[in-house]
């Protein structure tokens, strides 16, 4: 298993105070090992030590065979746990599994659209000792809505009991590298601290690590069937860490005179243009026209008579895609900091 990702030492860091955090965050190029590494250690820690897990999904459609898709590629790989049987029993209509290693109860799953309900059965709950969210990125931008205040209310009503308010519950937080927007990031301020360089980033209750698995992101390169997509933006996604990162990435001249003007976005007290080059890329330029009729107000701090803060809409929407994608240049960092401020807004 050498060739595939480790992460013994993101589980044995210490946060930004020296404590011990309760949110591991791992990301990284597909096929890595990453999803395996932590399966692993739930099913582990359960035999050795019986520490019983929760894994999170987003919605009911993801409760069904959950277990089984969880527990598939661990069994084809490692001899020992090859003849486990793993089983699920659907609770209170679906609300939550129940799921069994070879006959013993090992843990839950449930999914974020049943925060409020869960809210009032927190007490079935009061054995998980952590919890895996596998794929917390979404890469189609499925999140579901307020996405963010649900994660938070499930983690309150699992935390509950045992004599506290809150029990300390790790939460292990894996996926694929898409988008330094994601509502995550943006929530706990990692947006605004990666560079390419990063590798490990300690918060105030959380340890991250962003991995690179050199012979995953060969092998996917040099398969000829991704061959015959070499210019595709998301196989490049897909091999490697293609957020939008370094402050000076993406930073450069363009002639705006053939170029069709697309939107005006304030912030810092400044409008910024953005416009569509012939060659589909979308140019943030440092000047914009404030009287163009679409506007968008970066933050609420920055809305000015006429323009509103707006967090959803279509528009917004595919500036994230293609934001996920690279497909923006900016004029200067000041005029890229304000785009990233719009998006990060949910």
């Known amino acids: 298993m050498g060739d595939f990702y480790n992460g013994d030492k993101l589980c044995k860091m210490k946060d930004l105070d020296g404590m011990e955090p309760e949110i591991y965050i791992c990301?990284?190029?597909r096929t890595a090992g990453?999803?395996?590494?932590?399966?692993?250690?739930?099913?582990?820690?359960?035999?050795?030590?019986?520490?019983?897990?929760?894994?999170?999904?987003?919605?009911?459609?993801?409760?069904?065979?959950?277990?089984?898709?969880?527990?598939?590629?661990?069994?084809?790989?490692?001899?020992?746990?090859?003849?486990?049987?793993d089983s699920e029993e659907s609770c209170q209509r679906s609300l939550y599994m129940k799921i069994f290693l070879n006959g013993e109860h090992c843990g839950y799953v449930a999914y974020l659209n049943s925060s409020d309900a869960l809210?009032?059965?927190?007490?079935?709950?009061?054995?998980?000792?952590?919890?895996?969210?596998?794929?917390?990125?979404?890469?189609?931008?499925?999140?579901?809505?307020?996405?963010?205040?649900?994660f938070l209310s499930i983690r309150v009503s699992i935390a509950r009991g045992k004599g506290k308010h809150t029990r300390f519950v790790p939460y292990y937080m894996v996926s694929n590298t898409v988008s330094i927007l994601n509502p995550y990031f943006v929530e706990m301020g990692i947006h605004k601290r990666l560079d390419s360089k990063t590798k490990f980033l300690r918060g105030h209750g959380y340890v991250c690590e962003f991995t690179k698995n050199e012979t995953s992101a060969k092998e996917i390169i040099d398969s000829r069937f991704m061959q015959a997509f070499s210019d595709s933006e998301y196989v490049k996604f897909a091999a490697d860490n293609s957020y939008l990162l370094d402050n000076n990435a993406f930073i450069e001249k363009t002639d705006l005179a053939n170029c069709v003007y697309q939107a005006t976005v304030f912030a810092n007290k400044k409008a910024y243009g953005v416009w569509l080059r012939n060659d589909g890329i979308l140019y943030v330029a440092n000047n914009g026209d404030t009287g163009y009729w679409l506007k968008f107000a970066a933050t609420v701090s920055d809305m000015v008579p006429g323009v509103a803060h707006i967090r959803s809409n279509p528009v917004l929407q595919d500036w994230r895609i293609r934001f996920n994608y690279c497909l923006w240049r900016f004029q200067s960092l000041e005029s890229k900091f304000a785009l990233i401020d719009l998006l990060a807004q949910r």
């Open 27 to 29: 990301c990284g190029n």
């Open 34 to 85: 990453k999803s395996f590494y932590f399966k692993r250690k739930m099913v582990e820690d359960f035999l050795k030590f019986g520490k019983k897990f929760l894994i999170l999904r987003r919605k009911v459609t993801e409760l069904k065979g959950c277990f089984e898709a969880f527990m598939k590629d661990l069994k084809e790989a490692i001899p020992e746990f090859a003849h486990f049987q």
């Open 119 to 150: 809210r009032n059965i927190s007490a079935e709950f009061i054995d998980v000792e952590q919890v895996i969210f596998d794929e917390f990125q979404s890469e189609i931008e499925g999140y579901v809505e307020d996405e963010i205040k649900k």
